[in-house]
């Protein structure tokens, strides 16, 4: 069984539509890459698989539990999906430290020194205990978003949605914070990843998933999408960004 | 030209009080060496502004001699500089008429203002009791700001509850800002602190006559206070509030840990703009008749038939705001400093 599945998912804004009939799955372990012009309903996606955006219809499993809907306790479903923003989304009233204990504290209940031993465990792993006591303001961008990566992690969640985690970064930090994405994906973490980084998508993806206009146009494998896509849509999306050298030219086998 | 005659004449006008201020001085019997010393350097300060229209005269000569010699950029630094000096003699002669036409408001018609706004002896030897009621001010401002800020954050979360489970307590929170907000404050207190003895309800009838100004200064300030929280927390990026429930936090959690730590911050400089009108509004218990000092210093009044008292609590007012206030400024001008540096 897949952890998530999406059957037939739709989502309005106003009479328009921004997610149509929307049918994925991710299976545990895998890393799912999101790929697609700006406006094609990525973030979208992500926000309603974490219940932030209710969904007009179809439906969301996740482990075979219905997720959308009446009757559902979305916040207990959010204690096992993470996402983490585009724009980092620290809280700026607290330090680094309470940032990643605030929900272990407050949602799951654990001892204080439980938590704390674990965050400072998770922040040590990204090269950052020495910050722990600092505010989000004193920190760069690259080291808020590992801080973000680090907050969502602690809840220990089995589904990682990141929301185009690079996409606010000087380009000179964007590789510190993929480089922690690319050690989860090594570790085992399901991830479902909306981003623009297309090197990043082909080298860490068992799948990629092109969506376009709230549709989901192709999907396949890295070497599918970027060297024979079938669409006329993504082939003309992958000429696009590697002709704006965003990507090398795929080598055909 | 102008600047000159202007600057003269209220330097004129400033003898002309001064010269009275002595003669009713004389008439009190204050006169003496060191009052006239006092006031011969007045008249010479009160002098001093005709210096920088006499430099702005001085300089527009100067400006005509560089004119006929063909320096126009020399022509032009002078008349900048005459201008300057000008300005600053028309500025200072204007704030200059004002103090003199308070100088005369005072001593008009032999003293009779000063007599019935500042009579010293009466304000010293009633200020012990003004004082002393002037603590129930105090005591009725503090106690109601603490429940203020508690009651007016639960009115503002409660217009804030989520969903079709809070529309009702939404409605009544509405309902509750819209009355409060509306009703003058003394209004409030009237139909409070006459009409609850008047019901007879157990308990709450029998409460002192503060308590009840206490309440419905709660009420009435409540209200505004509970849309200064609502702003605030509305004002918080929803970035933060998606952030906070995306890691399972409930929405009263969110709320707590997130939105309100930060909204306050933001929200202290109107609190506390606030909380300098409950203050002032506690003169208005006069209505239901308890002693405060503003009632302490009615009945001062009416016993001497003279409004000294009046103007000490006037002044025990003004001297309890005006740190309230500087500190708002503070906060004000540190908030946009650090929304500078933020944006820089």
Redesign the interface.
């Given at each position: 069984m897949a952890l998530l599945e999406l059957r037939d998912v739709g989502k309005r804004y106003g009479g328009q539509y921004v997610l149509k009939d929307v049918s994925l799955e991710v299976d545990a372990h895998q890393v799912v890459c999101l790929i697609g012009p700006s406006g094609s309903g990525k973030s979208t996606l992500l926000?309603c698989i974490?219940?932030?955006e209710p969904i007009d219809h179809g439906e969301i499993r996740i482990h075979g539990d219905r997720i959308t809907g009446p009757g559902v306790d979305v916040?207990?479903l959010?204690?096992d999906?993470?996402?983490v923003?585009q724009?980092y989304?620290?809280?700026?009233?607290m330090s680094v430290l309470q940032n990643v204990t605030?929900?272990p504290l407050?949602?799951l209940h654990q001892p204080r020194a439980q938590a704390e031993e674990r965050a400072m465990q998770l922040l040590k792993r990204i090269g950052l205990e020495h910050k722990a006591r600092e505010y989000p303001?004193r920190l760069s961008g690259g080291q808020q978003q590992r801080v973000?990566i680090v907050?969502?992690l602690a809840?220990n969640p089995m589904l990682l949605l990141l929301d185009e985690i690079t996409s606010a970064l000087d380009p000179e930090l964007v590789s510190e914070v993929l480089g922690i994405v690319r050690e989860l994906a090594r570790d085992g973490m399901t991830m479902l990843i909306a981003t623009h980084e297309m090197g990043f998508a082909r080298e860490v993806a068992s799948r990629i998933c092109f969506l376009c206009d709230g549709a989901v146009c192709e999907q396949g494998t890295p070497q599918q999408i970027f060297a024979e896509p079938q669409n006329d849509r993504t082939r003309a999306f992958v000429r696009r960004i590697v002709e704006a050298g965003r990507l090398q030219q795929p080598t055909r086998p | 030209m102008l600047t000159l005659i202007v600057s003269a004449a209220v330097t004129a006008a400033a003898w002309l009080a001064l010269l009275d201020v002595r003669s009713v001085l004389s008439a009190l019997h204050r006169r003496g060496a060191f009052v006239d010393a006092a006031l011969a350097a007045a008249a010479l300060a009160a002098t001093l502004i005709t210096l920088p229209a006499a430099q702005a005269l001085r300089s527009t000569w100067r400006a005509r001699r560089a004119l006929a010699g063909g320096d126009l950029i020399g022509a032009r630094v002078a008349m900048a500089g005459a201008r300057g000096s000008g300005w600053i003699a028309l500025g200072y002669s204007a704030a200059q008429l004002i103090v003199v036409l308070a100088i005369w408001f005072f001593i008009a018609n032999d003293l009779a203002v000063s007599r019935t706004f500042l009579m010293l002896p009466l304000i010293v030897s009633s200020f012990p009791l003004v004082l002393k009621a002037f603590w129930m001010n105090v005591y009725m401002s503090l106690v109601a700001e603490a429940l203020v800020l508690v009651w007016g954050l639960l009115v503002a979360v409660a217009q804030l509850a989520p969903g079709e489970a809070g529309k009702p307590i939404r409605l009544i929170a509405k309902a509750y800002v819209d009355v409060f907000r509306g009703l003058p404050a003394i209004i409030t207190l009237y139909l409070i602190g006459f009409g609850i003895p008047l019901t007879g309800l157990p308990l709450i009838k029998d409460l002192s006559q503060q308590s009840f100004v206490i309440l419905a200064l709660t009420l009435s300030t409540g209200a505004y206070v509970a849309e200064i929280y609502r702003a605030g927390i509305v004002g918080i990026h929803w970035?933060?509030t998606?952030?906070?429930?995306?890691?399972?936090?409930?929405h009263l959690?969110t709320l707590r840990?997130?939105v309100v730590?930060?909204a306050v911050?933001l929200i202290i400089p109107p609190l506390l703009n606030s909380f300098i009108g409950l203050q002032k509004d506690t003169a208005l218990v006069n209505v239901v008749g308890a002693i405060d000092a503003f009632n302490q210093a009615m009945m001062i009044a009416s016993n001497h038939y003279n409004l000294s008292a009046v103007t000490t609590v006037a002044i025990l007012f003004v001297l309890i705001t005006i740190p309230q206030a500087r500190i708002v400024e503070r906060m004000i001008e540190r908030d946009r400093q650090r929304l500078r540096a933020?944006a820089a």
């Open positions: 926000r974490n219940g932030l916040d207990a959010r204690r999906v993470g996402i923003f724009s989304n620290l809280f700026p009233h605030l929900a407050r949602v303001e973000a907050r969502a809840m | 970035s933060q998606a952030a906070a429930r995306s890691l399972g936090l409930s959690q840990y997130v730590p930060q911050r933020a």
